[in-house]
């Protein structure tokens, strides 16, 4: 039994802590900690001693933390990122991954654009899934998506650790048989391993963008194509210019 009606990822403090005052301050938190993460700091570090001086609550910290990355790291995972040439290919998934980025976008909470291009979300798992009211949603956009990639395979990694993850590829096949492509879902003891040396991933996890072979920019592309007016903090623009990356500081 799903249950309804969960905002995945809602905090009522999020309205004020990345409201329209709030972002002001965060991006210039964010050259702060950029910065000191191109001089070598560490970011958690860099992050801590940044936040302390603007006064940044933890979540505030944690999604500068998810959205800044060198310039260096940047360019790499860019240099991965693959936008065409899927076809009947097999494309392998970080599941809970990207099913809970589209769950919190459907709820409306909050999302950050990151400096490498993805959408991450701030909803921290802690070893427990539910599916809720926007799970099969979810599942429905990745499965039309990925039919009008003419992908041959969708395999689906999910971490057996976390409750609930048995019912949810249950939910996944059920949802995807119709579609035109085969359907496997893999659970795991650690999906992030099992990822780390694949092509054709689909995951914002920036570990495994770090280590993969070969990326795909999914929950993005359906968040911009699919889900209106989603609750997305732009924390990207810190890099870009019309030519691309731009010089490395500000």
Known sequence: MKNHFVKRGYVPADKKEFGHESYAVLIKAQKDIYYLIEQGYPIKSASTFVGNHYMLSERQRLALVRATSTFETVKKRKEKQITKGFNQQKVHIDGLNLIITLEVALSGSVLLQCMDGTIRDLAGL???????????????????????????????????????????????????EPYGFNTEIELV????????????????????????????????????EAIPNPFLLDLGQLLNSPSGLKNRYW
């Open 126 to 176: 802690r070893g427990t899934y539910r599916l809720i009211d926007k799970t099969d949603i979810g599942i429905s956009l990745i499965g039309k998506k990925l039919e009008k990639m003419h992908i041959a395979t969708a395999y689906f990694y999910l971490d057996s650790p976390v409750s609930n993850t048995g019912r949810l590829k249950q939910r996944i096949q059920e949802l995807l």
């Open 189 to 224: 003891n650690n999906a992030d391993v099992r990822l780390e040396n694949k092509d054709n991933v689909i995951s914002s996890d920036s570990i495994i963008l770090n280590k993969c072979s070969s990326w795909i920019n999914l929950a993005a592309e359906i968040i911009e």
